[in-house]
């Protein structure tokens, strides 16, 4: 069922997979209502002392989804604009270079890193299931599961949705959930 937002509800009565799945594609909803219809000055709001804007959340989460489902669960090779960022200059890139980024190219951007997670998580469930380890280590030694990897990206988003709510708010006082 979808919303009247447009978000897929997640299935009261699934498995396990069906159910992070769900809620992982429903926050990756919530996000994408709370940028929608916005303009680069929309993206660029800042509120009150924070640094943050919708678009640099955008561009990071659009990096999350590459650093998790990609980069750590596959062992793959960052895809681009990833792969070329001189970190060690700026470790905050993504939030800080999205200010100079059209809004179709963040959007864009982003739908293509969610894309690539779901091609990535659909290859990780046929070759293993929930319980498979992520190829690449922590410094520790450990490596996450394929379950903590889905939980930790529904925490992610529903930790930015609720800073996406308040920006969103300042700009034109939309709100809800």
């Not at 980069?71 to 060690?88: K, N, Q, T």
Request: hydrophobic share 40%; glycine share 8%; with cysteine.
């Amino acid at each position: 069922m979808i919303d009247d937002v447009g978000r897929p509800e997640p299935e009261p009565a699934v498995d396990e997979t069906d159910t992070l799945l769900g809620f992982l594609d429903f926050q990756r909803a919530t996000f994408e209502w709370k940028c929608r219809g916005l303009g680069a000055d929309g993206l660029a709001t800042r509120v009150a002392a924070s640094s943050m804007t919708l678009g640099g959340i955008m561009k990071h989460l659009a990096w999350v989804e590459d650093h998790w489902f990609s980069h750590f669960l596959h062992d793959a090779e960052r895809a681009e604009p990833w792969r070329s960022v001189d970190w060690s200059a700026d470790s905050n890139w993504e939030w800080n270079s999205a200010a100079h980024d059209e809004p179709d190219e963040l959007r864009r951007l982003w739908s293509a890193s969610v894309e690539a997670s779901r091609a990535r998580v659909a290859e990780a469930l046929a070759r293993g299931g929930m319980d498979q380890l992520a190829r690449r280590t922590w410094d520790s030694g450990e490596s996450p599961s394929l379950r903590w990897i889905l939980v930790h990206m529904i925490e992610e988003y529903a930790r930015h949705n609720g800073h996406a709510d308040l920006i969103r708010e300042a700009i034109d006082g939309s709100t809800g959930e």
